[in-house]
């Protein structure tokens, strides 16, 4: 069956770093894209970033772009999210989905705070 898990969340000051992982399994992950979505506490669903499955074209929302970085490694069945600078307003659980939203992971929590 078909299984995300994230990880690499935590507490981290602000203008700090943190990656996260998403370990896939169940289905051929070189041929989804994929996507991270973010849930800040008392709000709803932020689409984060996305990567395609051909040439690794990227999409980010204007909020985190030019400081989160998507990759994947297709060998690994895993995908990356680099986040730098990050900012108290990016505390938020963090969502790996695949392509077309049936199948998401647990999330992991990721705090910004000093």
């Known amino acids: 069956q078909v299984q995300l898990v994230e990880s690499g969340g935590g507490l981290v000051q602000p203008g700090g770093s943190l990656r996260l992982s998403c370990a896939a399994s169940?289905?051929?992950?070189?041929?989804?894209?994929m996507n991270w979505v973010r849930q800040a506490p008392g709000k709803g669903l932020e689409w984060v970033s996305t990567?395609?499955?051909?040439?690794?074209?990227?999409y980010y929302a204007d909020s985190v772009k030019g400081r989160f970085t998507i990759s994947r490694d297709n060998a690994k069945n895993t995908l990356y999210l680099q986040m730098n600078s990050l900012k108290p307003e990016d505390t938020a659980l963090y969502y790996c989905?695949?392509?077309?939203?049936?199948?998401w992971g647990q999330g992991t929590q990721v705090t910004v705070s000093s």
């Open positions: 990567i395609n499955s051909g040439d690794g074209t990227t």
């Open positions: 989905a695949r392509g077309g939203w049936h199948y």
């Open positions: 169940g289905f051929t992950f070189s041929t989804y894209w």
